[in-house]
Protein backbone atom coordinates (compact mmCIF):
# COMPACT_ATOMS: atom_id res chain seq x y z
CA UNK A 1 0.00 0.00 0.00
CA UNK A 2 1.58 3.14 -0.85
CA UNK A 3 1.63 5.96 2.09
CA UNK A 4 0.37 9.43 0.81
CA UNK A 5 3.81 11.48 1.93
CA UNK A 6 2.15 13.80 4.30
CA UNK A 7 1.22 10.68 6.64
CA UNK A 8 5.13 9.39 5.70
CA UNK A 9 5.59 13.25 7.35
CA UNK A 10 3.67 12.30 10.13
CA UNK A 11 5.04 8.92 10.68
CA UNK A 12 8.56 9.93 10.41
CA UNK A 13 8.96 12.45 12.64
CA UNK A 14 6.70 12.31 15.97
CA UNK A 15 7.45 8.47 15.58
CA UNK A 16 10.69 8.90 16.59
CA UNK A 17 11.50 11.80 17.98
CA UNK A 18 9.36 12.29 21.36
CA UNK A 19 8.06 16.25 20.97
CA UNK A 20 8.80 16.39 17.24
CA UNK A 21 5.94 16.66 16.24
CA UNK A 22 5.20 20.42 17.88
CA UNK A 23 7.65 21.35 16.04
CA UNK A 24 6.65 20.29 12.59
CA UNK A 25 3.25 21.66 10.70
CA UNK A 26 0.88 18.09 10.12
CA UNK A 27 -2.06 18.49 8.35
CA UNK A 28 -5.02 18.70 10.57
CA UNK A 29 -7.16 16.03 8.47
CA UNK A 30 -3.96 13.73 8.85
CA UNK A 31 -5.08 11.36 11.56
CA UNK A 32 -2.53 8.74 12.35
CA UNK A 33 -4.18 4.88 13.91
CA UNK A 34 -1.56 3.03 16.23
CA UNK A 35 0.94 5.69 16.24
CA UNK A 36 1.32 4.90 20.19
CA UNK A 37 1.66 1.25 19.21
CA UNK A 38 5.17 -0.09 18.53
CA UNK A 39 5.16 -1.14 14.86
CA UNK A 40 7.28 -4.20 14.58
CA UNK A 41 10.68 -3.75 12.47
CA UNK A 42 10.72 -5.05 8.86
CA UNK A 43 13.35 -5.08 6.35
CA UNK A 44 12.55 -3.40 3.35
CA UNK A 45 13.18 -4.61 -0.32
CA UNK A 46 16.22 -3.10 -1.83
CA UNK A 47 15.83 -1.26 -4.72
CA UNK A 48 19.17 -0.14 -7.14
CA UNK A 49 19.51 3.60 -7.16
CA UNK A 50 17.67 3.42 -11.13
CA UNK A 51 14.37 2.90 -8.98
CA UNK A 52 14.74 6.16 -6.73
CA UNK A 53 12.03 7.91 -8.21
CA UNK A 54 9.69 4.64 -9.34
CA UNK A 55 8.16 4.39 -5.64
CA UNK A 56 5.12 6.70 -4.78
CA UNK A 57 2.21 7.93 -6.25
CA UNK A 58 1.96 11.81 -5.80
CA UNK A 59 -1.89 13.35 -5.34
CA UNK A 60 -1.13 17.18 -4.04
CA UNK A 61 2.34 18.40 -5.40
CA UNK A 62 2.54 21.33 -3.12
CA UNK A 63 1.59 19.40 0.43
CA UNK A 64 4.44 16.67 -0.77
CA UNK A 65 7.23 19.45 -1.49
CA UNK A 66 6.80 21.32 1.78
CA UNK A 67 5.85 17.50 3.41
CA UNK A 68 9.83 16.58 2.56
CA UNK A 69 11.51 19.23 2.83
CA UNK A 70 9.91 20.58 6.24
CA UNK A 71 10.62 16.89 7.75
CA UNK A 72 13.93 16.29 5.88
CA UNK A 73 15.09 19.77 8.15
CA UNK A 74 13.41 18.95 11.38
CA UNK A 75 14.13 15.24 11.45
CA UNK A 76 18.57 16.41 10.84
CA UNK A 77 18.03 19.64 12.89
CA UNK A 78 16.13 16.91 16.07
CA UNK A 79 19.16 14.67 15.56
CA UNK A 80 21.71 16.60 15.55
CA UNK A 81 20.09 18.63 18.91
CA UNK A 82 19.06 15.42 20.85
CA UNK A 83 22.71 14.53 22.36
CA UNK A 84 21.22 11.20 22.77
CA UNK A 85 23.01 7.80 21.89
CA UNK A 86 19.63 6.35 22.15
CA UNK A 87 17.80 8.83 19.50
CA UNK A 88 21.06 8.67 17.30
CA UNK A 89 20.76 4.90 17.03
CA UNK A 90 16.75 5.23 16.45
CA UNK A 91 17.43 7.58 13.30
CA UNK A 92 20.18 5.52 11.75
CA UNK A 93 17.92 2.54 11.99
CA UNK A 94 14.95 4.72 10.65
CA UNK A 95 14.28 2.01 7.60
CA UNK A 96 14.36 -1.11 10.09
CA UNK A 97 11.02 0.53 11.55
CA UNK A 98 9.51 2.29 8.71
CA UNK A 99 10.85 0.49 5.79
CA UNK A 100 12.27 2.17 2.76
CA UNK A 101 9.16 3.04 0.60
CA UNK A 102 7.70 4.86 3.54
CA UNK A 103 11.04 7.22 3.02
CA UNK A 104 10.67 6.69 -0.71
CA UNK A 105 6.89 8.24 -0.44
CA UNK A 106 8.36 11.28 1.29
CA UNK A 107 11.43 12.11 -0.04
CA UNK A 108 12.26 10.15 -3.46
CA UNK A 109 10.66 12.44 -5.58
CA UNK A 110 12.46 15.70 -4.72
CA UNK A 111 15.91 16.60 -6.33
CA UNK A 112 18.86 14.72 -5.78
CA UNK A 113 20.73 17.81 -5.01
CA UNK A 114 17.96 18.88 -2.08
CA UNK A 115 18.32 17.91 1.62
CA UNK A 116 15.61 15.51 1.76
CA UNK A 117 17.25 13.79 -1.92
CA UNK A 118 20.54 13.62 0.05
CA UNK A 119 18.84 11.90 3.46
CA UNK A 120 16.94 9.19 1.37
CA UNK A 121 20.34 8.66 -0.74
CA UNK A 122 22.47 8.17 2.70
CA UNK A 123 19.26 5.69 3.76
CA UNK A 124 19.59 4.08 0.15
CA UNK A 125 23.27 3.65 0.68
CA UNK A 126 23.04 2.03 4.06
CA UNK A 127 20.34 -0.77 2.51
CA UNK A 128 21.81 -1.01 -0.30
CA UNK A 129 25.22 -2.42 1.72
CA UNK A 130 23.29 -4.24 4.39
CA UNK A 131 21.13 -5.84 1.56
CA UNK A 132 24.05 -7.99 0.27
CA UNK A 133 27.01 -7.14 2.34
CA UNK A 134 29.27 -9.51 0.73
CA UNK A 135 28.49 -9.08 -2.80
CA UNK A 136 29.26 -4.87 -1.67
CA UNK A 137 32.25 -5.97 0.04
CA UNK A 138 33.41 -7.74 -2.94
CA UNK A 139 33.05 -4.88 -5.23
CA UNK A 140 34.49 -2.57 -3.13
CA UNK A 141 37.55 -4.62 -2.50
CA UNK A 142 37.94 -4.67 -5.82
CA UNK A 143 38.01 -0.93 -6.40
CA UNK A 144 39.72 0.22 -3.75
CA UNK A 145 43.75 -0.09 -5.65
CA UNK A 146 41.76 2.00 -8.64
CA UNK A 147 40.73 4.49 -6.38
CA UNK A 148 42.65 4.51 -3.14
CA UNK A 149 42.17 8.45 -2.16
CA UNK A 150 38.42 7.38 -2.17
CA UNK A 151 39.19 4.88 0.09
CA UNK A 152 40.59 6.55 2.64
CA UNK A 153 37.81 8.88 3.01
CA UNK A 154 35.21 5.89 2.72
CA UNK A 155 37.25 4.05 5.43
CA UNK A 156 36.62 0.59 4.81
CA UNK A 157 39.24 -1.24 6.30
CA UNK A 158 39.67 -4.01 6.01
CA UNK A 159 36.87 -4.24 3.03
CA UNK A 160 35.05 -7.65 4.81
CA UNK A 161 31.10 -7.71 5.04
CA UNK A 162 31.03 -6.84 8.71
CA UNK A 163 33.09 -3.75 7.94
CA UNK A 164 31.27 -2.20 5.38
CA UNK A 165 28.06 -2.30 7.24
CA UNK A 166 29.70 -0.92 10.17
CA UNK A 167 31.18 1.74 7.80
CA UNK A 168 27.24 2.34 6.58
CA UNK A 169 25.71 2.63 9.77
CA UNK A 170 28.85 5.23 10.51
CA UNK A 171 28.29 7.49 7.77
CA UNK A 172 24.44 7.84 8.85
CA UNK A 173 25.59 8.06 12.39
CA UNK A 174 28.17 11.09 11.32
CA UNK A 175 25.15 12.66 9.41
CA UNK A 176 23.00 13.18 12.51
CA UNK A 177 26.29 13.77 15.69
CA UNK A 178 29.39 15.48 13.24
CA UNK A 179 29.61 16.81 9.74
CA UNK A 180 26.92 16.49 7.26
CA UNK A 181 28.78 17.19 4.50
CA UNK A 182 31.39 14.90 5.41
CA UNK A 183 28.97 11.85 5.81
CA UNK A 184 27.61 12.68 2.44
CA UNK A 185 31.63 12.52 1.68
CA UNK A 186 32.13 9.18 2.97
CA UNK A 187 29.04 8.04 1.27
CA UNK A 188 29.96 9.43 -1.98
CA UNK A 189 33.81 7.74 -1.78
CA UNK A 190 32.31 4.43 -0.52
CA UNK A 191 30.17 4.51 -4.05
CA UNK A 192 33.26 5.59 -5.88
CA UNK A 193 34.67 2.90 -4.84
CA UNK A 194 32.23 0.23 -5.34
CA UNK A 195 31.66 1.98 -8.53
CA UNK A 196 35.45 1.25 -9.66
CA UNK A 197 35.08 -2.52 -8.20
CA UNK A 198 31.92 -3.27 -10.24
CA UNK A 199 33.17 -1.98 -13.11
CA UNK A 200 36.25 -4.18 -12.95
CA UNK A 201 34.57 -7.32 -12.28
CA UNK A 202 32.02 -6.34 -15.21
CA UNK A 203 34.59 -5.89 -17.42
CA UNK A 204 34.09 -9.19 -19.45
CA UNK A 205 30.37 -8.79 -19.39
CA UNK A 206 27.75 -6.63 -20.29
CA UNK A 207 26.71 -5.39 -16.64
CA UNK A 208 28.09 -1.90 -16.86
CA UNK A 209 24.97 -0.31 -16.53
CA UNK A 210 24.85 -0.89 -12.75
CA UNK A 211 28.19 0.89 -12.37
CA UNK A 212 26.72 3.66 -14.05
CA UNK A 213 23.75 4.13 -11.92
CA UNK A 214 25.84 3.96 -8.78
CA UNK A 215 28.43 6.14 -10.18
CA UNK A 216 25.60 8.88 -10.69
CA UNK A 217 24.54 8.38 -6.86
CA UNK A 218 27.63 9.26 -5.90
CA UNK A 219 28.12 11.87 -7.95
CA UNK A 220 24.80 13.06 -6.35
CA UNK A 221 25.99 12.97 -2.93
CA UNK A 222 29.49 14.75 -3.47
CA UNK A 223 27.35 17.54 -5.11
CA UNK A 224 24.98 17.87 -1.95
CA UNK A 225 28.20 18.11 0.35
CA UNK A 226 29.19 21.11 -1.40
CA UNK A 227 26.29 22.75 -1.65
CA UNK A 228 25.68 21.63 2.13
CA UNK A 229 29.17 23.49 3.02
CA UNK A 230 27.94 26.73 0.38
CA UNK A 231 25.08 26.78 3.09
CA UNK A 232 22.82 25.76 0.08
CA UNK A 233 21.14 22.62 0.35
CA UNK A 234 17.62 22.85 1.54
Known amino acids: MV ?10 LPFLVPGLAD ?8 TLSGMNERRTPRRPSYQEPAALEALGERSDP ?25 VTQRLVALVDELGLPTLADLWASRPA ?25 REYSAGVRLTEPDHAVAGAEPPGPDEVQRVADEILRGAFTGDFALALDRAAA ?9 AELARRSTDLGRAGRL ?10 ARLWRAGDLH
Not at 3 to 12: G, M, T
Not at 23 to 30: I, L, N
Not at 113 to 137: F, K, N, T
Not at 190 to 198: K, P, S
Open 3 to 12: VPPVLAHAQV
Open 23 to 30: SVAVPRKV
Open 62 to 86: IGDLHAAHESAAALLHAGRAADDPA
Open 113 to 137: HSLPGALYRLYLVREWIRADPDAVA
Open 190 to 198: FCQVAVAGR
Open 215 to 224: QQLARDLAAC
